[in-house]
Every structure is written in C-alpha cells, then in structure tokens.
C-alpha cells in the first residue's frame, strides 16, 4: 500500500494549487480519504475529508470557503483544489486513508500515509 502526493509548490498570496495523491492497493477503497497539513513547529492539523461511496465532506475552518476536496473512485486518486492561498496555508500537505467509514478528522484515526508534499505560500 502506498500513497503517493503530488502537486506542491510555490506560489503568491492569492495563487492557486492543484495537489493530487494516487494509492495502490486498497489505501482507499471504500474508505474516506483526507488531507492534513504540518508546518515547521506545529502539530500534524486536519485540512479535508471526503467519504468514498456518498462523497460527503468536512473542512477545517481556516479552509472553508478556499478549499475543495474531491475523489476519483475509479483512479484511487483523491484531490485538494486550493484557491486563495495565503501565506499561514503554508506546510507539508499529506494525503491520507482509514478502514473505515467514518469522516474522522483525527490524524491518529488514518493508517495508511503518504509522502507529504511541500506548499508555500509566499509575496
């Protein structure tokens, strides 16, 4: 089982990104699959989530309304649309899945991880 995330970079204030994490395996079927975020000195913090068979989803507050989380069935792939970034958006960005069906929040809840991918957000 492995994850692979993708689509990092840096960009300005106000710039968009596209991450993208792909699994092999069953990382993500049928599971929730989600987006969380570490930056330099803080805790691995929640981004996104999205159920696997009703695409039902959650957001962090820092990120709603900025944010979209969506998933390719078929591809295994699950996707983080970012719009109007700012700079406090900046972290490693980690992909990751559950055996279960609940859209949990909690990273301690996901057992299966990717490699992160790096996001900055600088003017």
């Known amino acids: 089982v492995q994850l692979q995330a993708s689509g990092g970079g840096l960009v300005q204030p106000g710039d968009s990104l596209r991450l993208s994490c792909a699994a092999s395996?069953?990382?993500?079927?049928?599971?929730?699959r989600a987006w969380f975020r570490q930056a330099p000195g803080k805790d691995r913090e929640f981004v996104a989530v999205?159920?696997?068979?009703?695409?039902?989803?959650e957001y962090a507050d820092s990120v709603k309304g900025r944010f979209t989380i969506s998933g390719d069935n078929a591809k295994s792939t699950v996707f983080l649309q970012m719009d109007s970034l700012k700079p406090e958006d900046t972290a490693v960005y980690y992909c990751?899945?559950?055996?279960?069906?609940?859209?949990?929040?909690?990273?301690?809840?996901?057992?299966?991880w990717g490699v992160g991918t790096q996001v900055t957000v600088s003017s």
């Open positions: 990751a899945g559950r055996q279960d069906h609940t859209l949990g929040t909690r990273a301690e809840e996901y057992v299966y």
């Open positions: 395996g069953r990382a993500f079927g049928p599971y929730p």
């Open positions: 999205v159920g696997w068979i009703d695409s039902l989803t």
